[in-house]
């Protein structure tokens, strides 16, 4: 499913993500979260170790949220499933989501900490446009 062209601005700018997964008995699990929107789909890192990614292997259906700072009433809200987990030994995506958010990279987790590339595949989405 396409993102709606009026919500492309809003996913390249620097808003942060909410991200929501499932717990194994079930309950929610949001946490914030940087992303990259590549102008086709967004895309996220995952850390290994995180309970997002313990999450979404067991379960790969997830909702992202992102809401407009400047206006809070114009959102989107992308739901669906976890892409292919990529290994990302490089942290290409990682690297380039940091320097969109904060100009550079710094590695927080330790070092040799698998990391892994991948993209929310849309199955719906939700949205208000907000007022003007």
Do not use: C
């Amino acid at each position: 499913m396409d993102v709606p062209a009026e919500f492309h601005d809003l996913l390249s700018s620097r808003a942060i993500a909410f991200i929501g997964t499932l717990g194994k008995r079930g309950e929610p699990h949001v946490t914030p979260s940087w992303f990259l929107w590549d102008g086709e789909r967004v895309r996220i890192s995952l850390v290994e170790g995180r309970q997002r990614l313990r999450n979404l292997r067991r379960d790969p259906r997830l909702s992202l949220t992102v809401v407009d700072p400047a206006r809070p009433t114009f959102y989107l809200e992308l739901r669906g499933t976890v892409g292919e987990l990529t290994p990302d030994p490089e942290l290409a995506l990682e690297r380039a989501i940091a320097e969109k958010y904060v100009g550079e990279w710094t590695d927080v987790e330790p070092p040799g900490t698998p990391r892994f590339a991948t993209s929310i595949v849309v199955e719906r989405t939700t949205s208000q446009l907000g007022h003007p």
